[in-house]
């Protein structure tokens, strides 16, 4: 996009060479967080759907990073440095510099309340292969781990959407427990009102302390309502900049991933692919993990 507008898709090191670019601007770059696209390839691959450029981008292979730095037990913070060669050419040479934080292990302070909206899909589709159960299943495990001063919201859309819990501290777990077992699957797939409703949720109770994230499941294509990714997208997008984030999972072998993607990214949030139960469970446990620290 024109720079002039506050966004630009790139690697910062081609924004830097743009001259009279915004220092407050908003930067993209095209990294995109979560295993989503590459377990989504594996899962495609496994079912005997060919797998082409079409489907599947370079980014469906990020490099595994492991981090072996020493923790330091005297101090708060560690340092390393290391060069990419043991002798320097006298002559001249490009070299290669790492650099490595490292944190001392200790308990984590006193966590923000959380604000999470879920916002999930309940259109027809999601009667096949038990991945309702297995979402009402992990989504009563994710609220029993909230506190009671958390907020918790839950959308659930098919060709509308409906706020079935209206945002609002989790003082009664029951009553949250009792309307994500009364999700029943039918009717189309309106993903647009569905994420558009779970933000205004989220609004209502944003603060300047609380963590603030949608959590958007589908496991179909657009059927209802606007389809569009980028209108989609710039929800999340205009969201972001506001401090809430939004995160997507996919679900089956016919969703839009390319529009989950898009949604995460311009959310600041991670994509996920789950191929079956125990993946929804995994993503529940690991998002409110990832949340309370």
Known sequence: SDPKDGYFEGQPAVAKEIKGLDKNAYYESGYMKGGGQLDRMQ???DKGVLVDGKQIKLGAFPRRYGQGFAIPNDRALAL?????????DAAGQTVHLQLGLQGIKTEAPKRPPLNVVLVIDRSGSMEDEGKMNAVRAAAKRFVDGMKSRDVLGIVA???EAEVVLPAMPLKNKKKALKVIDDLMPGGSTNIHAGLKAGLIQLKRHK???TINSAMLLSDGLVTAGISDERQIAELAKTAFLDDIQTVTVGMGTEFNDSLMMSVAQSGGGKYHFIKDADG???FFKDEL???TH
């Open 157 to 159: 859309y098919d060709s």
């Open 80 to 88: 390393y440095s290391d060069l990419d060669q043991t002798a320097i």
């Open 280 to 282: 929804i469970e995994r």
């Open 207 to 209: 603060t300047a302390d």
């Open 43 to 45: 899962h495609l691959i």
């Open 289 to 291: 993990t990832r949340l």
